[in-house]
């Protein structure tokens, strides 16, 4: 079954500090990908996908992304990090073609101290 | 400003009550989604809709679960009975094809 991983939890960083936060993918074939986030108490919105092309992806907020294809991998990215970027980031996967079925990752949550 | 419209955004009930939780998705969006999110499990995916069929509600518990898509406008999640572990926010979401998901604000949902 397609699943996505998401190997860090829960991060704390300092403001200005750099981030990354991994995501992995377990489906072979052509896959859709983005990253959503979630600040505390709202819903989710899309900061970032990735359908075809370019493989690094940029976003709102300076947040941008790597496809890698060889390496199942999606990792979110941002060079200095906001006191307000405090929030939960979920990867997600669909299949490409007809299917739109949206799989997520468990989440990392991210706590940026001022 | 098209969005999800989801209700009710709180909902504290007794176990063995019926649970209804109402989306409208986003107009002209075809596919309608309902996710839940809770601290163990994360965003679990309920069941999903595309032009008012269900495609796939295999992660729904199907004994007291059940979704439906009585018109285009309207999505409903029902839990019958409802029991303490089925406490959780539930998220409508809705997209055009492979399109981005917008989500709706959620329906928390506390099962005493």
């Known amino acids: 079954a397609q699943s996505v991983s998401q190997h860090n939890h829960h991060v704390i960083l300092s403001e200005a500090a750099s981030l990354e936060l991994g995501c992995n993918y377990s489906y072979g074939g052509t896959v859709n990908l983005f990253w959503y986030v979630q600040y505390p108490g709202q819903h989710l919105q899309l900061l970032l996908k990735?359908?075809?092309?370019?493989?690094l992806v940029k976003g709102i907020k300076g947040f941008e992304a790597e496809f890698i294809k060889s390496k199942f991998s999606f990792n979110l990215r941002k060079p200095s990090v906001q006191w307000s970027d405090t929030a939960e980031y979920f990867c997600?996967?669909?299949?490409?073609?007809?299917?739109?079925?949206?799989?997520f990752g468990t989440g990392t949550l991210l706590a940026v101290q001022p | 400003d098209a969005r999800v419209t989801q209700t009710p955004r709180h909902k504290v009930t007794e176990m063995g009550q019926e649970v209804t939780m109402r989306c409208q998705p986003i107009?002209?969006?075809?596919?309608v989604f309902w996710y839940r999110q809770t601290m163990m499990q994360g965003l679990e995916l309920l069941a999903y809709?595309?032009?008012?069929?269900?495609?796939?509600d295999s992660g729904m518990p199907k004994d007291r679960f059940s979704a439906e898509m009585p018109d285009a406008t309207l999505a409903t999640l029902k839990i019958q009975p409802s029991e303490p572990r089925d406490s959780a926010v539930y998220f409508c979401a809705s997209n055009l094809h492979t399109g981005e998901l917008f989500f709706g604000e959620g329906s928390r949902l506390t099962v005493l």
């Open positions: 107009l002209g969006h075809n596919t």
């Open positions: 997600a996967v669909t299949r490409g073609g007809a299917t739109n079925k949206l799989i």
């Open positions: 809709f595309r032009n008012r069929a269900p495609l796939d």
């Open positions: 990735y359908f075809s092309g370019d493989p």
